[in-house]
């Protein structure tokens, strides 16, 4: 069960840690531009430099949030099997309490045929 606390507290975060780092990025690269005394072509060439590093920054946020997210399903569909298994278990008990209970009123009403035919016997 703490798994299951630890899945969805973290789940929130991620969210917010990713988008945390694309605006501290494109904020930093933007006052890295105003503030920096450097020619168009230096510019470009870090702009390029940046864009490349967010991009890939992005792959990694990306590929953790697709394995986290595999992870989930796996829990999720562990979870179903789980509660398939309980509920066969469940109508299994319930069907042979069932059976056994009809079992024990088939036996009174016939012993209750039984007696009535014995009755009827005497008063006859």
Known sequence: MNSENNYSGNRGNGGGIVAALFVGLIMGGIIGIIFAPKSGKETRKELMEKSEKIIEKSKESLGDVMEKTK????????K????????E???GKGKKKIKDKAKIIKTVIS??????????????
């Open 71 to 78: 992870d989930l399903k796996q829990v999720g569909k562990q």
């Open 80 to 87: 179903i099997e789980e509660l398939k298994i309980a509920g």
């Open 89 to 91: 278990e469940t109508w």
């Open 111 to 124: 012993e209750s045929k039984t007696k009535a035919k014995e009755v009827e016997d005497y008063l006859s």
